[in-house]
């Protein structure tokens, strides 16, 4: 490898795949700041973001059907890589040496990390658990009994907690790992970003690019 | 009402029978609510529904419509039978002891003097035995058999608790504990009210069941006594200043009546109508009489009524029969009426039979209404539907309709249930061009002597005389009207007993009836109401609330007819020895010279209460009358008779004389009795009614009623719509002989069915207030259902007890 | 003072203390219907729409009393009609005015996310400021009694003020001026709960043995009191509850969830800023890239 | 409040707890204070009148727009009772309460208006278009129809016009009726109160 050619890439996403994540993305973070703004009296502020209270109130709950839309073709798109593998289940057992990044004691990573398949399968649980619940509480379309709408308020608010926080986690994730941003910003990630975190991806990705 | 509304707070037992006070009367019933509250009263509710007053009685009891005679005479044979009676007070204030003429007889089912084809009596039996002195002949012991009393006992021997049960389906032991918290007021110091309405009157024997009720508190000593008296709720705001003011077919103000036609000659006509007393020392109000018509006459055609012309006694029409609405709708229908006015009356929805209304207002040549809303029957030639279907191009009647101004644009007087005439005030002008009813009546009078005067016509004498004294002729204003029927001096008048004294100063206004002189000397529209606009100034319209003795008397708040005074009769609240019955409730006393207390006496008042003169003061006898002698159509003691749609076809207490099955002595024109539905055919018992939620049919116009009550319905007991599989707000048909309405079935636990001679008698009831105009959902005039016969006294029809047939619509 | 014409104790969704040094020295209002009295004749019903400039529709009948049907956005109290049979065979028709119950530990303002769009006054009135309102409907879920409806038209919920215009006047409540029989009477919660010892005296005199206040506990007790024949079975009158109590639903997702639910998305946030402050973030390294480069010359 | 109880402790703690929670970010709502609705009567003119529905005759108090100036014309915008009354004491019943929806109905009527024979509609016409043509048919009927004698009785009656009088008008109107409808002759003249 010469000294000034830049590291070689992979393909980890495609641009529709990236657009498909930041309309998520963007919807999620105007969802989870007006959530939370009827949430608790302390972000009431930040429903001025949708035009103040009454509009957000009113927004908020298109805006959760085009991310839940959104969010299901992603899912789909990324489902077939969040398979359980029994690997995960050791990678998960040591999960210190994850936090402390003695990646090499790991074994070798897939497409997604257990971490990663995990924050899948529970952001498609809060999604589903958002959808419904937010049904339930959508006034404008549909009435359902004070029963019913009360224990979707207590349901939406756990889901959205649960997703805030995976979400939190989420982002971290990718600040915390250098290099991953790029690929949801230009779609690749680097030969070595790869290797060191993805190893097995990396390795069937690279088996497929040579032949 | 002989009481008032405060006074019902006086009572220990209340009883609503014939009404419905809490339904159509809400802000009345809160007395009952305060005597129950603060005395610990015990309310009745007799009903065939369970009605609103009986969500809050003590005591309801379900009764078959139309037998409330039955009940009560069973009341009064349990008083007698146990001796629950007021002893001092029938004994002394009543006709108990009083003998009845030998040839009075009673057999049958019908009294002496019965003539089947005129469907009339000959009275001349039904009267007391006379002295020589020309007095009536008592026995004080009670003992002669052809006494009151002894006649009484006899007549309601036969209305056992077992012939209530049977006939009016009341279980015995409801009955009987009524008859024993009734029979609870007969000591002194306890008293009974009262309350009804229509419920009572609108029988073909309605005013003999008022009658009954009244005869059961005479017995209990409670008229006169404050918390007592019976009270009839009055309909509409002013419907007794209307009574009051004379405006029915025979009457003139102050309850004057028209003269017959055979009364050709004013002495005749004054003579039959100034009683003579019938015991020693009796008042006899109406020998008053002729003061109080000349005084009418005076101000009705001021100086054209003359000594001379027997005070204008021609002026006034003679009457060769009643002319009631229901004879008056008998005679358009068959074509002989050519024009109406209907001024705030909506007699298409109002009178019973609508087929029979609508065809008579279509043989008009001229319908006039004036009202400030769009009534049914201004509009009973346009096409409405399944529930008006007429054919507009084949009706030929002219029509006009007047908008006029509603209370809120006019000042004027009312007179409430309990006599009382207030005064109120205008608010705002009327909309558009809307005017008075006294803009238009002026109006078209004045037009009516203009063409007279320009082009002469029939007998103009009256019309060109009747004084018009107000300034603005075509504008008369309240206040100058309400002075005339006050009264006023014509000329100076004289001190009675110092004639050198001038009590009255020509054109000053009289303080009472006291004042009125029978030579021309004073006029007076309406002798009762005397003094309401006296020489101080409006009394109707004082406003000071206070009740000094706190017994509800506020006697500086407006005027109540006859002279301020609020509980009639009220003498007889005090023994014979002028002291109240009840400390506790003191009305009038006598303090040694006069007669004094928190009411104006209903009496003389420096009479001495041991003078022998009677409490009743306008009764030639002095006392209170059991023996109806003459006054009544039916006979002096009232007698159950069925409804003219009987569910049972029979009488029960004369199951073999078909003529005593309903009100002998009624009038039934005879496409009436053509127009009447057999049990076979429509099996079950209906009765109209009002709701608290609208009033008659004005408040279908009023957009806040409708949305507390929108749609027509009719209520049906849970067995009745079980029998034919109805269910709660499905839609059913229920017709008469007369025609049909459809209605919401409205499915009940408070419409029981009642077992009647052995069988099942089902009630259905029938809400009125829906038509085929106004803001509600349309719907059907429940008159449509209701049959054409009156009262045999006094017209009031037969709303309450009919038979219809009720099926799935 | 700002705005407010009467003293505010508490305001929905707002987490500064509210002003509350004021307090009636005679202690709160209370309006107190007394079942007993009532005899369903709705002049409540037409004098709160009157006073409060409201209009519903005109609807139907669906074979009982009841018009509207329900309370709605317009009407703010409705009568509601039971027929109930007695174990001794008599008929009683239950006649309750149905409307707000003003809690004092008021539902609808836990649950209420707006701040200021539910108030509670010193006297005890809750009132809504529809102007704050931003339509969520949470105090319908957060209501005991289920009374707050929401507008089809301008998506605000509304409710029975206790007419606090009225009252800050020092005018009685429209519904209660009006009441013919005296059925519903206002005054401090004192005079009330006192005077309605007296009617359970009399009613128990007449036989209802089990006559008595409903001032349920489970809410604080309420502003607005029934005097019941049959306190023991509040649920005849059409289905009063009997022990009613904000549901737990809302008390857990607007009580303690709250700030524990905050305190734990904070963390996450802090675990992450102390995890990378520590550790350090996971490079990729030129190493990683040659060795990525050698694995595939290799092959 | 001197104690308190184990309940009060808890929601002040809770209140507490979710306040201070986040008041350590400074982040508090906007003040939102609000005042009750505006006292609308506050300077309207009062007039005493009479409810025209039942026989209770309950006193209201009728509130019209304007302190009754000249310039102002009054409408009425609010009815209730009347608390001086003996009677109502304040209370009105629901048609009482509703008065207001009856002086505003939009079936007032606001012109004379008049049917022709056969015709299924209503045409608006003028006051003394209306009262001339009645006055004309009451005469024309009167002089056709009045009988002065009959059998050698002077009876003086006019049958073929009738008139109901209405029982919610005034006494005043009631009395003027009255002595028009006798001078005329006519008895075929009731009221409601037999119904």
Redesign the interface.
């Known amino acids: 490898m010469s000294e000034t050619a830049r590291p070689r890439t992979l393909p980890r996403y495609s641009a529709s795949e990236r657009s498909n994540h930041w309309v998520v993305a963007i919807t999620f973070i105007l969802l989870a700041l007006s959530g939370l703004a009827f949430y608790h009296p302390a972000f009431f502020f930040l429903s001025h973001l949708l035009g103040g209270g009454y509009w957000a109130r009113v927004l908020h709950p298109y805006i959760g059907v085009v991310f839940f839309v959104c969010f299901a073709l992603l899912a789909l798109r990324l489902a077939r890589h969040n398979a359980w593998e029994a690997k995960d289940a050791q990678w998960l057992k040591q999960f210190p040496d994850v936090l402390a990044n003695r990646e090499e004691r790991l074994p070798e990573v897939g497409r997604y990390n257990a971490l990663q398949k995990l924050l899948f399968y529970v952001l498609v649980l809060s999604a589903v658990g958002l959808f419904l619940s937010g049904i339930g509480l959508w006034r404008e379309w549909f009435a359902f009994s004070v029963g019913t709408v009360r224990l979707a308020a207590v349901v939406h608010a756990l889901c959205a907690f649960v997703a805030i926080t995976s979400i939190i986690v989420h982002i971290y994730a990718a600040i915390w790992v250098k290099g991953s941003v790029r690929a949801m910003t230009r779609g690749d990630v680097t030969w070595g970003w790869a290797w060191r975190h993805h190893r097995a991806w990396f390795r069937q990705m690279v088996k497929g690019a040579n032949k | 009402m002989t009481n008032h509304w405060v006074d019902i707070k006086n009572a220990d037992i209340i009883l609503i029978m014939g009404g419905n006070a809490a339904e159509a009367h809400p802000c009345g019933f809160k007395w009952v609510t305060e005597a129950k509250a603060h005395r610990g009263a015990k309310l009745i509710v007799v009903d065939p529904r369970f009605t609103r007053s009986a969500s809050v009685a003590d005591v309801y009891a379900p009764i078959r419509t139309g037998t409330d005679i039955v009940f009560l005479g069973g009341v009064i044979r349990y008083l007698l039978e146990k001796d629950q009676i007021q002893h001092e007070y029938v004994r002394n204030y009543t006709d108990l002891s009083f003998i009845v003429r030998e040839d009075f007889s009673f057999e049958n089912g019908l009294f002496s003097g019965y003539n089947p084809e005129k469907r009339r009596y000959d009275k001349s039996s039904w009267d007391y035995e006379r002295g020589e002195d020309g007095y009536v002949k008592t026995d004080p012991t009670l003992q002669h058999p052809r006494c009151v009393y002894q006649l009484m006992k006899q007549h309601y021997a036969r209305y056992t608790p077992e012939m209530v049960e049977r006939v009016c389906g009341t279980p015995q032991a409801k009955f009987l504990q009524i008859c024993e918290m009734l029979a609870s007021t007969a000591p002194a110091n306890r008293v009974a009210t009262i309350l009804y309405a229509l419920g009572w009157a609108q029988h073909s024997i309605g005013a003999q069941i008022i009658r009954t009720a009244a005869m059961m508190q005479l017995l209990l000593g409670n008229i006169g006594m404050p918390g007592g008296g019976i009270n009839a709720l009055r309909g509409h705001s002013n419907i007794q200043g209307l009574t009051d003011l004379g405006l029915m077919s025979n009457l003139l103000p102050g309850y004057l009546t028209l003269p017959n036609e055979a009364e050709q000659e004013l002495p005749q006509y004054l003579a039959a109508r100034t009683l003579k007393p019938l015991r020693p020392n009796q008042m006899s109000y109406w020998q008053n009489y002729p003061k109080f018509f000349v005084s009418l006459m005076k101000a009705w055609w001021g100086k054209a009524a003359t000594a001379e012309n027997n005070w204008a006694y021609d002026y006034l029409p003679k009457l060769d029969k009643p002319y009631d609405l229901l004879q008056v709708i008998e005679l358009m229908a068959q074509g002989k009426m050519n024009g109406y006015i209907c001024q705030g009356f909506n007699p298409l929805a109002a009178a019973p039979n609508k087929a029979k209304v609508l065809e008579g207002l279509a043989k008009l040549k001229y319908l006039v209404v004036m009202d400030p809303l769009a009534t049914e029957t201004s509009e009973f030639w346009r096409n409405a539907g399944e529930s008006n279907p007429v054919d507009p191009s084949k009706i030929q009647t002219e029509v006009f309709r007047l908008p006029t101004t509603c209370f809120a644009e006019e000042d004027g007087s009312l007179v409430n249930s309990g006599r009382w005439l207030q005064w109120h005030w205008k608010g705002a002008e009327p909309p558009g061009e809307a005017r008075s009813d006294i803009e238009i009546m002026a109006e078209l009078f004045l037009r009516i002597r203009e063409r007279y005067r320009r082009e002469g016509g029939v007998f103009p004498d009256p019309i060109l005389d009747l004084a018009w004294p107000y300034v603005n002729a075509a504008r008369p204003t309240p206040e100058e009207l309400a002075k005339e029927y006050s009264g006023k001096a014509l000329v100076d008048l004289p001190d009675a007993k110092d004639p050198t004294k001038i009590v009255r100063r020509a054109g000053e206004q009289l303080a009472g009836f006291a004042e009125l002189r029978d030579d021309g000397s004073t006029a007076c529209g309406c002798w009762i109401f005397a003094g309401c606009w006296g020489p101080n100034g409006n009394l109707m319209a004082r406003r000071d609330n206070s009740d000094p003795t706190g017994i509800g008397q506020t006697l500086g708040w407006a005027w109540a007819w006859p002279a301020n005074r609020r509980i009639l009769y009220n003498r007889a609240s005090a023994d014979l020895q002028g002291r109240p019955f009840d400390p506790q409730r003191k009305l009038i006393y006598w303090n040694g010279r006069a007669w004094t207390g928190a009411d104006v006496p209903d009496f003389k008042a420096d009479e001495p209460p041991d003078s022998g003169m009677g409490p009743f003061i306008m009764n030639p006898e002095g006392v209170a009358r059991f023996f109806a002698r003459a006054g009544m159509a039916e006979g002096p003691f009232p007698e159950h008779y069925e409804p003219f749609e009987t569910p049972l076809g029979y009488n029960p207490l004369h199951p073999n004389t078909p003529a005593a099955t309903s009100n002998p002595a009624a009038r039934v024109f005879a496409r009436d009795l053509a127009d009447m539905g057999k049990v076979e055919e429509f099996p079950h018992v209906a009765t109209t009614y009002r709701l608290t939620e609208h009033f008659h049919y004005w408040t279908k116009h009023v957009l806040l009623n409708n949305i507390v009550q929108p749609e027509q319905f009719v209520e049906i007991g849970e067995a009745l719509a079980k029998e034919l599989g109805i269910t709660n707000g499905q839609q059913v048909k229920v017709s008469s002989k007369r025609g049909y309405i459809k209605a919401v079935a409205l499915v009940t636990k408070r419409i029981r069915p009642l077992t009647i001679e052995g069988k099942t008698v089902h009630q259905v009831g029938i809400p009125i207030h829906w038509g085929f105009t106004g803001l509600t959902k349309p719907g059907f005039l429940a008159n449509t259902l209701t049959p054409s016969v009156g009262d045999g006294n006094i017209q009031t029809p037969e709303f309450k007890s009919f038979l219809v047939k009720v099926e799935k619509a | 003072m700002a705005l407010q014409s009467l003293d505010i104790k508490r305001r929905s969704a707002t987490t500064s203390p509210t002003p509350s040094v004021r307090e009636p020295s005679v202690g709160a209002v209370a309006k107190l219907i007394d079942v007993s009295k009532c005899i369903g004749c709705k002049a409540c019903q037409t004098a709160c729409m009157e006073w409060n400039d409201l209009r519903d529709e005109v609807g139907t009948n669906v074979g009982v009393y009841d018009n509207p049907a329900d309370l709605t956005e317009h009407s703010w109290t409705v009568m509601r009609f039971a027929e109930y049979e007695t174990p001794q065979g008599d008929l009683e028709w239950l006649i309750r005015k149905d409307g707000c119950m003003h809690c004092e530990d008021p539902g609808c303002l836990k649950a209420c996310p707006s701040p200021g769009a539910i108030v509670q006054y010193a006297n005890g009135i809750v009132d809504f400021h529809q102007e704050h309102c931003i339509g969520c409907g949470y105090c319908v879920t957060g209501c005991p009694f289920n009374v707050p409806r929401i507008s089809k038209k301008d998506h605000k919920a509304y409710k029975c003020t206790l007419c606090s215009d009225r009252v800050a006047v020092g005018q009685e409540p429209a519904c209660v001026k009006t009441c013919p029989t005296g059925a519903i009477e206002f005054g401090t919660k004192e005079v009330m709960t006192e005077h309605a010892q007296a009617r359970i005296a009399d009613l128990k005199s007449r036989g209802y043995a089990n006559a008595g206040l409903y001032d349920p506990a489970g809410v604080g007790g309420t502003h607005v009191m029934y005097v019941l024949h049959h306190a023991d079975q509040p649920t005849l009158y059409s289905g009063l509850p009997k022990d009613p109590q904000i549901s737990p639903a809302v008390s857990l997702w607007k009580g303690v969830a709250k700030p524990l639910s905050m305190a734990a998305m904070a963390l996450a946030a802090l675990v992450g800023f102390f995890h990378y402050m520590r550790v350090g973030p996971a490079e990729t390294s030129e190493e990683d890239e040659r060795n990525a480069e050698k694995e595939v010359s290799h092959e | 409040m001197n104690g308190m109880n184990r309940r009060q402790f808890f ?1 002040v703690s ?1 209140a507490m ?3 201070s ?3 350590a ?1 400074g ?14 009567l506050a300077r309207m ?1 009062e ?13 209201i108090l ?1 509130y ?1 727009l304007g302190d009754g100036a000249k310039n102002a ?4 915008v ?4 009347d ?21 505003h ?16 509609k ?1 045409q608006t016409i003028s ?1 003394d278009e ?10 024309a ?3 056709a ?2 009988v ?1 004698k ?1 059998e050698g ?43």
């Open positions: 929601k809770a707890l979710s306040g929670s986040m008041a970010l982040l508090a709502p906007q003040t939102a204070l609000a005042e009750v609705r505006q006292y609308k003119t007039t005493r009148n009479t409810c025209p529905y039942c026989s209770v005759g309950c006193g009728m019209g014309k009054a409408t009425i609010h009815i209730e009772g608390a001086d009354h003996p009677v109502n004491r304040g209370t009105l019943c629901p048609k009482g309460a509703s008065l207001i929806d009856f002086i109905s939009p079936n007032r009527l606001k012109q004379p208006q008049y049917r022709a024979p056969g015709s299924d209503w006051w209306a009262l001339d043509r009645i006055a004309a048919l009451m005469k009927d009167r002089d129809n009045f002065e009959t009785k002077t009876v003086n009656r006019w049958l073929t016009t009738g008139m109901l009088a209405a029982s919610a008008s005034s006494n005043e109107t009631a009395y003027l009726t009255h002595k028009i409808v006798r001078s005329l002759g006519m008895l075929a003249f009731d009221n409601q109160a037999r119904v």
